[in-house]
């Protein structure tokens, strides 16, 4: 594990989505005494509010991060993007639109 936060890590690559508990584990060990769990992990104390309430948010923490967005403007743009698919001519043009949404990181 690098001297990154994890947010930084993931954003790099270096970490995955399920590698936050290792971060995790690794403030409880010692690292990064200084600083507040949220903190060492690179989120805001919102963000890890959120995150720790419904675990499922954290792609949209990571996304919201490379965006320079807020997580409240990611969900909006992500809720605007899957209405605009679910209008889609067709069943197959709404699966490419959702398909580029997963593999873009906003689903």
Request: glycine share 8%; hydrophobic share 40%; proline share 1%.
């Amino acid at each position: 594990m690098s001297e990154a936060t994890y947010v930084e890590d993931a954003l790099a690559g270096v970490a995955g989505v399920d590698d936050i508990d290792s971060y995790v584990g690794a403030w409880h060990d010692g690292a990064g005494s200084n600083l507040e769990l949220h903190e060492y992990l690179g989120m805001t104390w919102d963000e890890y509010r959120l995150w720790v309430e419904k675990p499922n948010t954290l792609r949209y923490i990571l996304s919201a991060h490379r965006n320079g967005h807020t997580v409240s403007e990611e969900l909006i743009k992500s809720q605007s993007e899957l209405a605009l698919a679910a209008r889609a001519g067709s069943a197959d043009e709404a699966e490419s639109v959702l398909t580029w949404l997963r593999k873009t990181g906003r689903l």
